[in-house]
């Protein structure tokens, strides 16, 4: 079964077919993994990463402890800013728009909140360890989360803050699949390993994406349905079906997903074919071959210079 063309309609529906009556069959303590809707259902909040739950335990113990580094911090794990997009986009603050960057989603929730996530996550991790998710995913999605922004400069788009958060947001699916059925997807994961794609791994063994699962997640998170339309066609399916703009949002997207896999930073394990890939979407967007090497340095710049957020400080800070 395959729903590698499903897409969110304009208003966050996801278009559905026939293929959508799987069976929901869910246990008390397992979820299984076919059951995609019971895999969305069920799923809670993700932990940050390891090192990001070292840091913040460090920062927060401090009196007086800085809410700068914390906000910083937040703005880099992308388990802890789905979490604060979760609730600066909840019903609690009655907007009536939603919020589709992680810095104004920070604005809205405000410190106290901020800082409870923090605690929380730390607890979280004291409690239930990190399962078998790869850490390299949380720097994954820093470093695309990067490259997108800093395309969207290159381009002149009023947006990058918003597609900041698209790439950080956009292997959502995979942190929570790890999460949920950590034992399956280890395997998909194995099977990248051996020449498959992911793709293609999640279509044989699963019949559906990452990026369905972190769409319907950002669907049921109340995230703006263009933050979820980006997120469900970031592998390229379904694009071709929306309107210019949106679709050049995508292509920014898939661009700073390629070029943070073609640098090897941070889980490469989606990066069969990304070469080829990457020169198509490259062209699309009219970059040559010479400003895509440009770029490169410039996101290995951004990049380190950013790494300290997601690695453990022996000082505590
Ligand atoms: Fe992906
Ligand atoms: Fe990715």
Known sequence: MNFAHRTIAPEGQVRTSKHDALPCVSTKHTVSPSDWKGIVNSAGDIPPARCTAERLRGILAQKGSSMRQ???????????????????????????????????????????????????????QT?????????????HSLCTALACQLLACKKGKSYSSELYTAGLMHDLGKLVLWRQIPGDYGNIHKLTQSGLSNTEAEAERLGYSHALIGALIGKKWS???????LVICHHGAGASELDAPLSEKINLLRLGNLL???????????????????????????????????????????????????????TGS
């Open 70 to 124: 914390v906000i910083e911090i937040c703005s880099c794990d992308p388990a802890l800013a789905a979490k604060i997009m979760k609730v600066a986009n909840s019903s609690l603050y009655g907007r009536q728009r939603q919020v589709g960057s992680i810095n104004q989603a920070m604005m809205i929730a405000g410190i106290p909140i901020i800082r409870g996530i923090c605690f929380r996550a730390c607890l979280t």
């Open 127 to 139: 409690r239930d360890g990190w399962g078998d998710i790869p850490q390299g995913l949380y720097q």
């Open 223 to 229: 995230f703006p349905s263009e933050i979820c339309q």
């Open 260 to 314: 943070a896999h073609s640098l090897g930073l941070g889980d490469s394990s989606d990066n069969s074919g990304a070469d080829t890939t990457l020169k198509h979407v490259a062209n699309t967007l009219n970059f040559s071959d010479h400003e895509i090497g440009l770029l490169k340095a410039e996101i290995l710049k951004l990049y380190t210079s950013k790494l300290h957020m997601l690695t453990i400080s022996h």
